[in-house]
């Protein structure tokens, strides 16, 4: 808020706004509840109240942690899908599994919860981008639940453990199924797609 154009009021309704709205809060909505003529500076605010909501302090993930990576972007007839895709960003994601108390004798994914989730932009889906991005958001010790991509090869060595599953696939547009990271991470590109937002790297 120093040095902000933007009167008090208009910042706390929009912390209000930020914090209530269910489905996320995209600039352009911003700008019309708030009656800013700028898209830039409804885009700005959001930017802040957004890095503001991230803990510098924050714990990495641990215990069992699916990892996985995703394109996205708008849909282009042709090209190349999937890893190496030129027309999308690529995003790095890990999403920390919880147990649900159950009184099934054995354990299934489908008896754990979403914790917690960090995701970034990478510049591709090579080892060295995927390892950084493993080392720094997930504590050493934990399981990391993952397919065979040579990208995580050599991942254990850093003190992690390996459970590899094999990638399934789906028949529409051919995409990569990972149980529970990849089924996240499309809820939210569908809510970035329907509001027509720019990405930006997402690392809370």
């Given at each position: 808020m120093q040095d902000s154009k933007l009167q008090a009021r208009m910042w706390l309704t929009a912390m209000w706004l930020f914090a209530t709205q269910k489905d996320?809060?995209?600039?352009?909505?911003?700008?019309?509840n708030l009656g800013i003529n700028s898209y830039r500076s409804a885009w700005l605010l959001l930017q802040k109240l957004r890095v503001a909501m991230i803990r510098e302090d924050r714990e990495p993930l641990s215990g069992l942690v699916e990892v996985d990576e995703d394109y996205i972007g708008g849909i282009d007839e042709g090209g190349k899908r999937g890893r190496g895709s030129e027309n999308k960003q690529?995003?790095?994601i890990a999403v920390q599994l919880e147990k649900i108390d159950t009184k099934k004798p054995?354990?299934?994914?489908?008896?754990?919860?979403?914790?917690k989730i960090r995701a970034k932009c990478i510049k591709n889906a090579s080892k060295d981008e995927l390892h950084a991005f493993i080392t720094e958001n997930v504590a050493k010790g934990s399981t990391l639940y993952r397919d065979d991509w040579s990208g995580?090869?050599?991942?254990?060595?850093?003190?992690y453990k390996s459970e590899v599953f094999k990638v399934k696939t789906r028949t529409i547009k051919g995409a990569k199924m990972v149980p529970v990271a990849h089924r996240k991470w499309s809820q939210r590109v569908a809510l970035f797609l329907m509001r027509a937002q720019a990405m930006v790297p997402i690392t809370n």
């Open positions: 996320g809060m995209s600039a352009k909505s911003l700008q019309a690529i995003v790095a054995h354990d299934s994914l489908r008896d754990y919860r979403l914790a995580y090869s050599g991942i254990d060595q850093l003190g």
